[in-house]
């Protein structure tokens, strides 16, 4: 694997749409498998963390598994595959006003009940919050983001009765404030930065890899070798440059 450093792989919907969010149920299930078999453990976004705050060494032979957002298909395919491999995941929900039985909808989706949360949660998911909206943090006011924050991890506190310390910013993307905020409400938040958790790692802005670029068994074979940070590297020259641009029209 990766000698000092671990990668967050990170999902979200397991389909077959061609979308951002989209990625194969089966290519995810020859995945775990592969993990398996190389004898890869699964260890929480906390607890990477936790060594990066505290200056332990990173667990050697593993990975943590991220879906974002709370999707239907993390129960309906991710969970039966995990929980028969004996592997669990963070899932990051938005949960919009935690009134209904349902997620609110995101990317023309269907979302994780709150009873299918439960069960995983007995099974040994840890579930962190992702807003109440998922808008992007970094075009809000700061009494906005904290409401987006705390009001979120309030509400899966109150539904799963337990703490909730991990976040996941909406769309990877935070700015001084809503860094700042998270460090006060969380113990981490997982970024979009392209990259591998190691001891240099900011608790509150891990790197994490975005399992879109590497969606067929082929590309996943790359997550597990040596090749993987160079590779990230290479990836992240053009999508720095399209976030450039991005924000560059935006304040003309």
Do not use: K, N
Not at 120 to 125: A, E, I, K, P, V
Not at 221 to 231: E, N, Q
């Amino acid at each position: 694997m990766h000698a000092g450093r671990v990668p967050i792989l990170t999902f979200h919907a397991l389909d077959d749409r061609r979308d951002v969010c989209g990625f194969s149920a089966g290519v995810f299930r020859r995945a775990v498998e592969r993990l398996r078999a190389a004898g890869v453990r699964t260890v929480g976004v906390a607890e990477l963390a936790d060594a990066v705050r505290h200056g332990r060494p990173l667990p050697d032979r593993s990975v943590a598994l991220t879906f974002d957002d709370g999707y239907r298909s993390v129960y309906d395919e991710a969970f039966p595959v995990l929980r028969d491999a004996g592997m669990t995941a963070t899932v990051f929900l938005t949960v919009g006003s935690g009134a209904g039985e349902r997620l609110p909808t995101l990317a023309s989706r269907e979302m994780l009940a709150w009873s299918e949360i439960r069960e995983m949660h007995r099974h040994g998911f840890v579930f962190g919050a992702h807003t109440l909206s998922h808008r992007d943090l970094t075009r809000l006011q700061a009494a906005e983001v904290e409401r987006e924050m705390r009001t979120s991890q309030a509400i899966v506190a109150d539904r799963l009765g337990t703490v909730v310390s991990c976040f996941a910013y909406p769309y990877g993307r935070f700015d001084a404030t809503s860094h700042a905020i998270a460090r006060e409400l969380f113990a981490s938040a997982c970024s979009d930065a392209l990259g591998l958790v190691g001891p240099a790692s900011d608790p509150w802005a891990l790197e994490r890899v975005e399992m879109y670029y590497f969606r067929t068994d082929r590309r996943f074979a790359v997550t597990l070798g040596r090749r993987l940070p160079a590779c990230l590297r290479v990836l992240d020259v053009p999508r720095r440059a399209r976030r450039w641009i991005t924000s560059w029209r935006a304040g003309r």
